[in-house]
């Protein structure tokens, strides 16, 4: 199985950016796609982005696509989640995931694809 662990989260004013970070062990990093979810207070887990294997292809919500970029550096193992021009609404707990049974250029966008998950990492954003 793969652990993942989030980092870079935080307390921030609307418009500024942020970026997060996922550290992934336990298993050929370069093999899975990843992907961010987000749950925001009273609400369900939604998607947010996803990258496949060697990060050719990338996939977005609508609502965070032109704001938010996600990569990957297979070399270091870790996904980031680039966001810019924070809303608001973008407040929410962020999760990593991988699907670890994904095919090369997958950028699975449903929730149950994903089998290992992170423990989340918090975003305020403040008008």
């Known amino acids: 199985q793969v652990q993942l662990v989030e980092s870079g989260g935080g307390l921030v004013q609307t418009g500024v950016s942020l970026r997060l970070s996922c550290a992934a062990s336990?298993?050929?990093?370069?093999?899975?796609?990843m992907g961010w979810f987000r749950r925001a207070s009273g609400k369900e887990r939604e998607f947010v982005a996803a990258?496949?294997?060697?990060?050719?292809?990338?996939h977005y919500a609508d609502s965070v696509r032109g704001r938010f970029t996600i990569s990957r550096d297979n070399a270091k193992s870790t996904v980031y989640l680039q966001m810019n021009r924070l809303k608001p609404e973008d407040t929410a707990v962020y999760f990593c995931?991988?699907?670890?049974?994904?095919?090369?250029?997958?950028?699975?966008?449903?929730?149950?694809?994903?089998?290992?998950w992170g423990q989340g990492t918090q975003v305020t954003v403040s008008s």
């Open positions: 336990g298993r050929t990093f370069s093999s899975y796609a």
């Open positions: 990258i496949s294997w060697a990060g050719r292809n990338k």
């Open positions: 995931a991988a699907d670890v049974n994904s095919v090369s250029g997958a950028v699975p966008e449903i929730r149950g694809a994903y089998d290992c």
